[in-house]
């Protein structure tokens, strides 16, 4: 199984971005796939998460802005993030727990929010 993300980039204070996480391979069935994000100098922490069911939940730092979704038919989920501010700015790693067992990780996708 790997996992690609993509959709980062720089974008000013108040903006957009979409980002997209897309797994491949064969013979796995996805449980559940989460984000997560760590600023310069910083831990990782957990941003949200989409489980099977199409169940979601959000940290609280994030929600009301961000919005986790997903493509069944392609394998993909993605982070729609809205109005955005400095301090979203990091490395966004999606993950994914597969019902044979396993987690995966993405390589990561810097988002930079300028002031």
């Known amino acids: 199984v790997q996992l690609e993300e993509s959709g980062g980039g720089l974008v000013q204070s108040g903006g957009s971005l979409r980002l997209s996480c897309a797994a491949s391979?064969?013979?796995?069935?996805?449980?559940?796939t989460r984000w997560y994000r760590q600023a310069p100098g910083k831990q990782r922490t957990w941003v949200a998460t989409?489980?099977?069911?199409?169940?979601?939940y959000y940290a609280d730092s994030v929600k009301g802005r961000f919005t986790i979704s997903r493509d069944n038919a392609e394998n993909t989920v993605y982070l729609q993030m809205n109005s955005l501010k400095p301090e979203d700015t990091a490395v966004y790693y999606c993950?994914?727990?597969?019902?044979?067992?396993?987690?995966?990780w993405g390589q990561g996708t810097q988002v930079t929010v300028s002031s």
């Open positions: 989409i489980l099977d069911t199409g169940t979601t």
């Open positions: 993950t994914i727990d597969v019902r044979e067992g396993g987690s995966y």
């Open positions: 391979g064969t013979g796995f069935s996805i449980h559940r």
